[in-house]
């Protein structure tokens, strides 16, 4: 590929020798959750990730143009590249193919032969050989010069179906794998397509020139990206629901030569950087970083470099043209970020990454590398466009000056102790117990549902927080102003934990933050205003399963002495159905403010019979594009968002 920097590597040389092992695979079915994060949804889409990454790293190495994911009717996943094709020769170790090796025995792959890889999103070279250890079946074919090969698992990774030979096709090289999960282990639950189009679509972004296929059999749809801007592209495509502050994206790569850390001898491997950035009107920070197309969510030295470099330039222009007078006025890092949309990508032959699930990048070389190399594309910028320059500098001031306020609110919230009951907001009904695991938060909407929701709760373990109206929508506030707004920092002072960036998750003064407001298109608009405060300024919250939504019903239905609640429009059909001969009354719920004490805790709030959905956090990225647009300064879409779907929320997949 034109675009791809790497050094082709010639498929010959490509065999059994590039394969190195390190150990067997026993250890993946009794704790899956050491290798794909947890036997849940998550870790089954982590299933699908590990396979369509092996397929990533052929077409980041060259020798890839197209990828190609299938979901089927039955839940089965296809993964179809045009890469060079597994080796299928006898690997001399284990005296069997080299694609069994590869997919039965852990740490078996060409991710170790630095010869086979330049750069490879597979680190621990597990990948594929756990999905097939999860796997109830796993089907291989492999095309080698044009020559088909077939290869079949089950059971967890046994080979039931030996590397046989299948003739010439038409295909000259790649490979195809096909499986289902073994959900004896895995949860159950069905793969979801949403899922796996966002991942699918992230990966185009990030390799500019690859052409990547979706189709879903389920709902014969298909899906087709292809972005030669790459990057460029992706940033205009997360700041199209918000108004931009200047018209051009900053964008720039550029791959170095940089000597190993630490190496005995003058050891020297190439990194490749990629930024892209834009400024926007918003009041929020959207910096997203990669390296080799893993999403690091917690960040790193990649991330570390870039915004050391985006400070470095802004407070250098602003003194060079006498907008700031002392250096003792410097921006901060958190002003220069404000209202910032960017992408960090690295391409690293040898990432290192703080702990097991690869969220914080660490190798030390990586963070003067792309502070330089983003300094002098933004350096250059600046000075080829002066008008948005000062645009941009003007808008920093006015984020200095807004953190400057609302760091006073922000220390109106804080306690010494997050049990300092003397501090707690006064509207507060907290609850006795100080176990923070087993208490819960009800945010409950309107005095009058919070008045029967203290009575009704069982004051031990549930504390409520009535909220008056709607909160503040903080997608469109300055930062002083939601530090002032007094719903607002009720929750802050209640929940214990601080706000972004000062986060002390061991303050947390309850398991469940629990948001309760009416079922109707009002009680959704309150809820999505909640959870965009929780994003933005909250958001360990989601991202550690704190935050859930109460399900309150929309009918009584009562025949004779038996009362039941009916959730849905359905559900009270059925019991209609079920007593076709007697006489029934219903009454609709128009909101939390008509049920009695006994009702709200029998319904709503006693955690045997409730309805609770927890709010996850599958893709920041995602949710951020998901918040600007339904909270955004263009009203109408949330208006026709809300009025369509208010009805049918069941899960709440952020």
Not at 317 to 336: L, Y
Not at 428 to 447: H, M, Q, R, Y
Request: glycine share 6%; aromatic share 10%; with cysteine.
């Amino acid at each position: 590929m034109s675009d791809n920097k790497n050094t082709p590597i010639d498929n010959n040389s490509y065999n059994a020798d590039s394969i190195k092992i390190l150990e067997g695979l026993e250890a993946v079915r009794k704790r899956p959750g050491m290798y794909i994060g947890s036997t849940g949804v998550q870790g089954l889409h982590h299933m699908v990730w590990e396979i369509v990454d092996n397929s990533i790293d052929e077409a980041m190495g060259g020798f890839a143009t197209r990828v190609i994911v299938t979901l089927t009717n039955d839940g089965t996943i296809i993964v179809d590249d045009d890469g060079r094709g597994i080796p299928i020769d006898v690997h001399p170790k284990t005296g069997k193919s080299t694609v069994e090796t590869v997919l039965t025995v852990l740490h078996a792959g060409g991710k170790f032969d630095n010869n086979s890889y330049k750069i490879s999103g597979g680190l621990h070279g597990v990948g594929a050989s756990v999905t097939n250890a999860l796997s109830k079946w796993m089907k291989v074919w492999v095309a080698r010069k044009s020559i088909n090969y077939f290869v079949e698992f089950a059971n967890g990774g046994h080979t039931v179906a030996p590397l046989k030979e299948l003739g010439p096709c038409e295909k000259q090289h790649g490979t195809v794998v096909e499986f289902y999960p073994d959900f004896t282990i895995m949860e159950q639950a069905p793969f979801d397509a949403a899922v796996i189009a966002a991942r699918l679509q992230q990966l185009a972004y990030l390799n500019k020139g690859i052409k990547i296929v979706f189709i879903n059999k389920q709902d014969d749809t298909t899906q087709e990206w292809c972005y030669a801007g790459g990057l460029e592209q992706y940033i205009v495509d997360l700041n199209r629901d918000k108004e931009n502050l200047v018209k051009s994206v900053v964008y720039g790569e550029e791959e170095k030569k940089v000597k190993v850390p630490n190496s005995s001898e003058d050891q020297y491997y190439n990194i490749r950087v990629e930024v892209a950035f834009q400024y926007n009107r918003t009041y929020n920070n959207s910096t997203y970083s990669f390296c080799n197309n893993i999403n690091t969510t917690e960040g790193g030295t990649h991330e570390d470099g870039f915004k050391l470099a985006i400070a470095k330039i802004i407070n250098r222009f602003a003194i060079e043209k006498k907008f700031m007078k002392d250096v003792d006025e410097k921006f901060t890092k958190e002003d220069v970020l404000e209202g910032l949309t960017a992408i960090i990508s690295v391409k690293h032959p040898n990432p290192q990454y703080e702990g097991q699930t690869k969220r914080k990048l660490g190798n030390t070389e990586v963070r003067p590398l792309v502070n330089d190399i983003t300094s002098n594309i933004f350096e250059k910028y600046m000075l080829e466009n002066p008008e948005e320059a000062i645009l941009i500098i003007k808008k920093v001031m006015l984020a200095q000056e807004a953190r400057r306020k609302s760091q006073e609110a922000k220390e109106a919230t804080r306690r010494n102790s997050p049990f300092d009951s003397a501090s707690l907001p006064g509207k507060l009904a907290d609850c006795t117990w100080k176990d923070a695991s087993i208490c819960e938060l009800f945010l409950v909407e309107g005095d009058s549902a919070g008045g029967s929701a203290k009575t009704g709760r069982s004051r031990e373990f549930q504390a409520i927080l009535p909220l008056r109206g709607k909160i503040l929508n903080v997608e469109k506030a300055k930062t002083n102003k939601i530090f002032e707004n007094e719903e607002i920092t009720a929750m802050i002072t209640a929940i214990g934990i601080g706000v972004n960036p000062e986060f002390d998750m061991t303050k947390i003064r309850y398991n469940k933050i629990i948001i309760m407001t009416d079922a109707d298109v009002d009680g959704a608009h309150i809820r999505i205003l909640l959870l965009t405060f929780f994003f933005r300024y909250m958001c360990p919250l989601i991202e550690q399963g704190h935050v859930y939504a109460a399900q309150p019903p929309l009918y009584k239905f009562s025949v004779n002495k038996l009362v039941k609640y009916a959730y849905s429009d359905q559900e009270l059909e059925d019991f209609k159905n079920e007593h076709k001969d007697q006489r029934y009354n219903v009454q609709r719920y128009k909101g939390l403010g008509e049920m009695n004490p006994e009702q709200l805790w029998e319904t709503t709030m006693d955690p045997s019979v409730r309805i609770l959905h927890r709010v996850t956090l599958d893709d920041a990225i995602k949710a951020d594009q998901d918040f600007s647009f339904l909270m955004g300064d263009d009203v109408q879409p949330r208006k026709d968002f809300i009025s369509k779907n208010a009805k049918y929320v069941k899960n709440l997949d952020i």
